[in-house]
């Protein structure tokens, strides 16, 4: 017999999980120095939250763009953002893994929607500062700048559970009896 249902208390262990993914997207994408962006065919020019290099051939001129205020917003953005999602998950290993304190839910939820507005924020001002910064060419967003997009989409999705998840305190706990979605004889 195949049964399919929703573990719940599996929710306990996932939902930390995911933001600990996110939390590890948010670090590579601000520190990563390979860029998150580069010109399309020459491959003369690339940049990454703090710097910018042009050339060629172990021959790259280095230039901060840490000069530039939007460059310092994007930074600020980005940092205010992983340590407000550090501070969620940690919240979060607490409440759901150590114990299970359904009161702090919401506010992991609130904390989750901070951190993606500072992050959207940023990721919005960043290519659009950066494309009146460099006239000639086009240029790609590359897997750097990606990783940060990710880290924001999984805030969203785990905003979303932690909000929802205060009504199901039955299923979380093992109380409630399993509906399953599917059974076959």
Same mark, same amino acid.
């Given at each position: 017999?195949? =049964?399919?249902?929703?573990?719940?208390?599996?929710? =306990?262990?996932?939902?930390?999980?995911?933001? *600990?993914?996110? &939390?590890?997207?948010?670090?590579?994408?601000?520190?990563?120095?390979?860029?998150?962006?580069?010109?399309?065919?020459?491959?003369?020019?690339?940049?990454?939250?703090?710097?910018?290099?042009?050339? =060629?051939?172990?021959?790259?001129?280095?230039?901060?763009?840490?000069?530039?205020?939007?460059?310092?917003?994007?930074?600020?953005?980005?940092?205010?953002?992983?340590?407000?999602?550090?501070?969620?998950?940690?919240?979060?290993?607490?409440?759901?893994?150590?114990?299970?304190?359904?009161? *702090?839910?919401?506010?992991?939820?609130?904390?989750?929607?901070?951190?993606?507005? *500072?992050? &959207?924020?940023?990721?919005?001002? #960043? %290519?659009?500062?950066?494309?009146?910064?460099?006239?000639?060419?086009? #240029?790609?967003?590359?897997?750097?700048?990606?990783?940060?997009?990710?880290?924001?989409?999984?805030?969203?999705?785990?905003?979303?559970?932690?909000?929802?998840? %205060? =009504?199901?305190?039955?299923?979380?706990?093992?109380?409630?009896?399993?509906?399953?979605?599917?059974?076959?004889?």
């Amino acid at each position: 017999m195949f =049964r399919c249902g929703i573990a719940y208390p599996r929710c =306990r262990w996932i939902v930390p999980l995911l933001l *600990l993914f996110a &939390i590890i997207f948010d670090i590579i994408a601000i520190a990563a120095d390979s860029g998150w962006v580069e010109d399309e065919g020459a491959e003369s020019h690339y940049a990454s939250m703090w710097n910018q290099y042009r050339g =060629r051939n172990n021959n790259w001129d280095t230039k901060s763009l840490m000069e530039y205020s939007w460059a310092q917003a994007v930074a600020a953005l980005m940092i205010i953002g992983l340590i407000i999602l550090i501070i969620a998950f940690l919240i979060s290993c607490v409440s759901l893994c150590c114990t299970l304190n359904l009161a *702090l839910l919401p506010v992991i939820g609130v904390l989750l929607i901070v951190v993606v507005i *500072l992050q &959207i924020i940023a990721l919005i001002i #960043y %290519p659009v500062e950066f494309n009146k910064l460099i006239f000639e060419g086009n #240029y790609y967003y590359t897997w750097a700048y990606g990783f940060g997009w990710g880290a924001t989409i999984l805030s969203i999705g785990c905003a979303i559970l932690f909000c929802c998840l %205060p =009504r199901y305190e039955d299923e979380l706990t093992g109380l409630a009896k399993t509906k399953y979605i599917y059974t076959s004889a």
